[in-house]
């Protein structure tokens, strides 16, 4: 939960070189970062973020660099990856694969706003559209086969109830949804990946989950944390706003709208599992205070008892 | 010298659905243009620059917005094209080609310091450093055989001396300087063509002019104008600020040393040559106010006159 590989003044103004950004005037460490060391670096040219990639490998790499380089490319403000002087988004510092891309302005908000809600509505359906034109596809690393496996290995820790409705969830979710727009997704735009700049998005981050899948499933990730009250259940409002500035900007088909109230299962379900994972089977000194799984159990609850979903 | 045609906003709505940008929030026409019309368009993903040109072509542009997209890139502050769904960056608006940019920070000023002088060279160099990994040439349309031909058409608008001035610094120029480290230039960054935030440079803007040519002659074209005094002669603590600047980005060779006066001369007399021919040929209604020519022949003259060049 920190700065994982330690980036020295030195280190920074040697690597830059091979760039030309101009010249170091400040480097400082950003202590969120939970995956990967990330540094704010300013130079001559301007603000940058610097990452140093701890568990993502440079064969998986190019994906994320040149689909955030692809969205950025279409007036997505997403962290443009920069080239450096062999036109490369990858390099190497301090012996991990490192990159640096542009720095956007705004910041992450606990309690978005209606307005809020649509801005991030209509972004999220302005990022699918301009993804269309994206050649590469990437697996979901978090789809079915992961559910099966990690099911399996935290079920054990769970009351009867929950390894029940765990099991079934899984199941009910094990064959994909058919014939509902697919395209890259970022499958993780909660509240913290999104800096907001008053009522505009000023950025989207953190794309290293980003991956080929149902574009409807991307929006059920958003709203199930932007659109959430504290009981666990979409706000109405804030929903309807988010799913109409979405459908205005990439409209949804009617078998989305009938594929909706599922979709937002299997995305309540994905963070449910994975929080469940972080909790009892944690990493090595990875997530000292891992997010609690409850929260997701009792949105995925919710949902299973919904009988009439907010649409637009 | 305006506005030259006129979008409405229901025309750029139109447009805009072949973007990702989001919807129109503002739409305003820019009056600084002299070839091209402009308009600041606000979208909800941000502030973009809208340019219909009204001369070149579409045959011309793919150089002009590739070698934006290759510096933007690479971390240059400069106009990013954006592409639209089809992954194109030229479009045609209103019968006209057409494209929209990123709209970059900062203002144009008149009277730089020599913090900016610093910052403007360290700019320029970077430009040319990550110009070396651009793919794409274009002749100079204003290199030696445009000096031939234009001098032949504004001499009898000239005094004796004046023509005589011309005549021969068309011919101490005729043959390229060899040996020179060549490149991208951007051959027109003359302060009004670049956008300063505070000592930053903010933004490097119009490459309407850039082609491949010796990265010397950008440096003395941007000398000429950013380090000028009233007299027309180079400022000393300016220039040299400049220069070293600019050093460390892209050291400077031995051969450039020796090339500096000649490059000096030859960057005024295209300034020169250009207003000329404004002044006394202008095209219909092109020009309401022509630069004064006599600014840079007095810039020639003192070139000449110099025997002692600042250099690093």
Known sequence: MAVFTTVSEADITAWLANYSLGTLLELQGIPEGVQNTNYFVTTGNGRFVLTLFEKLTADDLPFYL?????LARHGIPCPSPVADRHNRFLGELNGKPACIVSRLPGKSITEPTVAQCAAMGAMLGQMHSAGLSFGDQMLNPRGAAWRAETSQKVKKFLSPQDAALLENEVDVHALPLTGIPRGVIHADLFRDN???????????????????????????????????????????????????????????????????????????????????????????????????????????????????????
Chains 1, 2 share one sequence.
């Open 66 to 70: 040149n689909l955030m380089a692809h």
């Open 194 to 312: 999104v800096l907001m700049d008053g009522d505009r998005v000023g950025g989207l981050v953190d794309f290293y989950f980003a991956c080929t899948g149902n574009l409807l499933y991307d929006v059920a990730i958003t709203l199930n944390d932007w659109c959430m009250n504290d009981e666990g259940r979409l706000d109405a409002e804030r929903t309807r706003a988010m799913l109409r500035a979405y459908h205005a900007a990439r409209p949804f088909t009617t078998r989305e709208a009938g594929a909706w109230p599922q979709s937002l299962r299997a995305a309540a379900l994905r963070f449910w599992l994975s929080r469940l994972h972080d909790q009892h089977l944690p990493r090595g000194g990875e997530l000292v205070n891992p997010r609690n799984p409850e929260h997701f159990k009792r949105i995925l609850q919710n949902h299973i008892a919904t009988t009439e979903f907010v649409w637009l």
